[in-house]
């Protein structure tokens, strides 16, 4: 059949089960915009305040269904505010199209007006990119681009597509999406001489990443912890991937995590590192990380063999199905001591959770009360700072796709669009996000988009009125020089709620928050809540960047 490009792409979209899409119009992607018109019986549309906001939902919407999320700019400043969601994406492993619109082929390359060369620029941070120059390669690289993204290690994809390439006609055949899979690339040997290693093992540790969640294996995560007795720590990014209420599950691990991980550590003998890179945040010191043990690691991407830290042995492939393979292949095993030893170090990780003023709440005590108040179901999203590393050490996740950051960027402004996209994916949930007062400063416009579309969103700005996680650095290493960290804003960000059209809720000390965050949770509608923490709440333990356990901060002198 005949199809314009535009109709070509909701087409492709639909073949590929994409049944919504995040985005912004502007002239470049007119005829896009045209073709959704047309489809919107098909394909639903969120509008977002800002390009960067569409980008951040479209990786929500990813990663709380495991769907390839979609998001479309138009050309110039359209396509640039997308750089830092696709960013995002691409150091997290999420997969994403971003569909952008340029200007006409014949304006290409002379400083057209919203001409930019966004494939030059997102190349370092996408898997692949594509410009369309002829309509008749559209519907290929569309189908491609999804297969790259939801592929191998997944990851964001960029397709350009000049404004005259949506409009051009040309055939279209419809295809059906072929099955990806991902074949082991590891020898039988391979899994032999690991299985090996793991019997041996007296004091084993499994340290998993957001590649477990990312490739659904936690019920192979599972079945080969319980069947070698192995205690498992967690990145940031894996939490969900593991229960929390496992007697196995030993908490997060690295900068951040608690002393019982750190200790595991720095004296097992036997690390098995499954779908996680060994970032700065977890090998502080990438020389003496896990110094004293055999390392085995599993990830379906070749590139991260060896690259922060040296191991001894590597499985390569699909970790699901790595999983699964190594499970039969090794011996049931028991390690009771080294349990009882983990659990005696996790007595030493407790730090103070009384507010270091009744003026205000503790950080702890209103996660706990949001904890009580949302079920194992539920969705917990977070910027980027303090409030996002208190709400890793405090909130017990007990399934994956319900942990929703920004880990390997850090992006600050995050939150918001990330929210609203797990929202609309997830209409049978209820979503939290948790954010700080600086964060929530950088992407409180989209607070607009919630209200439009109505998103029961509970919004928890834990609210220091500082930029909580530099000034925690200024005074451990810049002898308490708060440059820039005290902006001194006055937003009350109850009333800045209420002019959206949203309720604001103030929450002033614990005292109040229980009936506070009763009363918000009790909405069936948006809600910001703004909580009142001291500027002196500090996130402990912390290991200092480039140190082990051994200087691990416990307290502020």
Request: charged fraction near 20%; aromatic fraction near 8%.
């Amino acid at each position: 059949m005949q199809l314009n490009g535009s109709e070509i792409i909701a087409e492709c979209l639909i073949e590929q089960g994409v049944d919504t899409v995040f985005g912004y119009p502007g002239g470049a992607v007119l005829n896009i915009y045209d073709a959704l018109y047309k489809y919107s019986d098909r394909i639903t549309h969120i509008l977002s305040a800002h390009e960067q906001g569409a980008a951040h939902a479209a990786d929500g919407y990813a990663r709380t269904t495991g769907r390839c999320g979609v998001v479309i700019a138009t050309s110039g400043p359209g396509a640039t505010n997308l750089v830092t969601g696709i960013a995002t994406a691409y150091m997290d492993s999420v997969p994403m199209v971003a569909i952008t619109g340029n200007v006409t082929n014949d304006l290409l390359a002379r400083d057209s007006f919203q001409e930019v060369d966004i494939t030059g620029i997102t190349l370092p941070i996408t898997k692949h990119n594509f410009i369309v120059k002829n309509v008749k390669d559209l519907a290929n690289v569309i189908r491609k681009a999804f297969r790259i993204a939801m592929s191998g290690r997944k990851g964001p994809v960029l397709i350009d597509i000049p404004k005259d390439v949506t409009g051009a006609v040309c055939e279209f055949t419809p295809e059906q999406p072929q099955p990806i899979t991902n074949p082991l690339l590891s020898e039988e040997a391979d899994f032999a001489a690991a299985a090996q290693a793991i019997s041996q093992a007296k004091r084993p540790m499994i340290y998993m990443g957001g590649g477990i969640v990312s490739a659904d294996a936690e019920a192979q995560l599972l079945a080969f912890a319980e069947k070698i007795d192995c205690p498992v720590a967690t990145s940031i990014m894996g939490l969900g991937g593991f229960p929390s209420s496992h007697r196995l599950f030993i908490g997060t691990i690295g900068m951040h995590g608690g002393y019982e991980t750190g200790k595991a550590t720095d004296n097992c003998d036997l690390i098995i590192t499954a779908g996680a890179r060994f970032s700065d945040r977890v090998a502080g010191d990438r020389k003496k990380f896990g110094e004293k043990a055999t390392i085995i690691q599993l990830d379906i991407d070749k590139a991260e063999i060896n690259k922060n830290v040296l191991v001894d042995y590597s499985l390569v492939g699909d970790i699901k199905d790595t999983l699964a393979k190594l499970t039969e292949a090794v011996a049931p095993a028991k390690h009771d001591e080294w349990i009882v030893q983990m659990n005696e170090w996790a007595k030493k990780s407790a730090v103070t959770e009384t507010p270091v003023s009744a003026d205000y709440a503790h950080p702890y005590h209103i996660i706990d009360l949001v904890r009580s108040l949302t079920t194992d179901e539920d969705i917990i999203v977070t910027d980027v700072g303090q409030h996002q590393m208190w709400v890793s050490q405090r909130y017990r996740f007990e399934q994956p796709r319900r942990w929703c950051t920004s880990g390997g960027l850090g992006t600050m402004g995050y939150g918001m669009g990330a929210a609203i996209g797990a929202a609309v994916a997830n209409p049978d949930k209820r979503v939290v996000l948790f954010t700080g007062d600086g964060s929530f400063h950088m992407n409180l416009n989209e607070l607009a988009t919630v209200r439009s579309y109505n998103l029961p969103i509970v919004i928890v700005v834990l609210n220091n009125k500082v930029l909580g996680m530099v000034r925690q650095w200024q005074k451990l290493f810049y002898g308490r020089r708060f440059s820039q960290t005290d902006p001194h804003r006055k937003t009350d960000f109850a009333a800045v709620a209420e002019g959206f059209g949203i309720k604001g809720m103030k929450l002033h000390n614990d005292d109040d928050a229980e009936d506070v965050l009763k009363a918000a949770f009790a909405c069936a509608e948006p809600v910001v809540i703004d909580c009142s923490i001291s500027p002196d709440e500090n996130v402990l333990p912390m290991i200092p960047p480039g140190k082990t356990v051994d200087d691990m901060i416990t307290e502020m002198e």
